[in-house]
């Protein structure tokens, strides 16, 4: 069975430094991909960043990098001049055997506050 | 960009009444899935359809049913609510052959009192 584990319940940062939210998995399948989603308050669910488990480097999109550690097992997100609209929640989540249409399982989440 | 269409997005039930939740997906998406978010925990698999056949189930109780039509949209049979089924229900979508990334729709938030 799969597992996501993110560790901070809540996280802050002041506005324009740079966060980083953990999250490791457990899964004996070869093949995976791990996603990060942002929650704000007003509930909707915001897909951020994608890796998959055969890619190369590092995924980037815009201020998200993905810190992708595939033997230790990490997925962690990397947020970059922090803004006070980042303040939600955010999940991570992985998905065995991409192709199909196959769930997605979530950690428990990071609530991250953004100060001035 | 076109997203993925819930409705309703808020419904308020009594105990042991039915509720149907509708979702759209983005054009040209032919895989949808259900997932219920209860109050402060994270989105929980239910049900998916690729190709308007069920592909993957998971949590799912007996007393919902859900069904992927021709247009590929999807919905979600809930009867004989109970208390514990007030929560977020989000409907997600991916395309099979492009890609496996989800994109959740704005959710359908159920009290049943």
């Known amino acids: 069975a799969q597992k996501i584990t993110q560790t901070q319940p809540g996280m802050f940062v002041q506005e324009k430094e740079a966060v980083t939210l953990d999250c490791t998995y457990d899964t004996s399948d070869p093949s995976y991909g791990l996603f990060w989603y942002k929650q704000p308050s007003s509930g909707e669910m915001i897909f951020l960043i994608y890796q998959g488990s055969y890619d190369q480097q590092n995924a980037t999109e815009g201020r998200y990098s993905l810190n992708f550690q595939k033997a230790r097992k990490s997925a962690n997100l990397v947020i970059s001049a922090s803004q006070l609209g980042d303040s939600a929640m955010y999940f991570c989540?992985?998905?065995?055997?991409?192709?199909?249409?196959?769930?997605?399982?979530f950690g428990t989440g990071t609530r991250l506050q953004v100060t001035l | 960009a076109a997203g993925v269409i819930q409705s309703p997005r808020h419904l308020i039930k009594e105990k042991r009444e039915t509720a149907t939740l509708k979702c759209y997906p983005i054009?040209?998406?032919?895989?949808v899935y259900w997932y219920q978010q209860g109050p402060g925990q994270d989105p929980q698999f239910l049900i998916s359809f690729y190709e308007k056949m069920q592909s993957d189930k998971g949590s799912i109780p007996d007393r919902f049913s859900a069904q992927q039509f021709s247009d590929y949209h999807s919905e979600l049979n809930m009867s004989s609510l109970e208390l514990g089924d007030s929560a977020l229900y989000f409907c997600?979508?991916?395309?099979?052959?492009?890609?496996?990334?989800?994109?959740f729709g704005p959710g359908t938030r159920l009290l049943v009192l």
């Open positions: 989540a992985m998905r065995v055997s991409p192709g199909t249409a196959s769930k997605l399982t």
């Open positions: 054009p040209r998406h032919d895989t």
């Open positions: 997600a979508s991916s395309s099979g052959t492009t890609g496996e990334t989800q994109y």
